[in-house]
């Protein structure tokens, strides 16, 4: 399957592997959030799991709103 986007989130080391296991090919398409204190490996860090999902709920509506807005203008 040939995947438009990535997003990966951590809080731990294994987390860290993972994000610098993302291929220099990906850095136009991938999106690095950290949880807790900020990282030097994420492009982005929030101080918890609930800001994290207050996020993501932010990115989604506004993703929504402008599916609906193409779709209106069809």
Known sequence: AKADFLFCAGDD????EMMDAIP???AG???TCWVGSANS??????ESNHA?????ERVAATW???RRK???SR
């Open 13 to 16: 080391r294994t987390d860290e």
């Open 24 to 26: 220099k090919s990906w």
């Open 70 to 72: 193409a779709k209106k």
């Open 52 to 56: 994290l999902l207050a996020e993501l």
């Open 64 to 66: 929504e709103g402008q």
């Open 41 to 46: 490996r994420a492009q982005f860090w929030v």
């Open 29 to 31: 398409r991938a999106v």
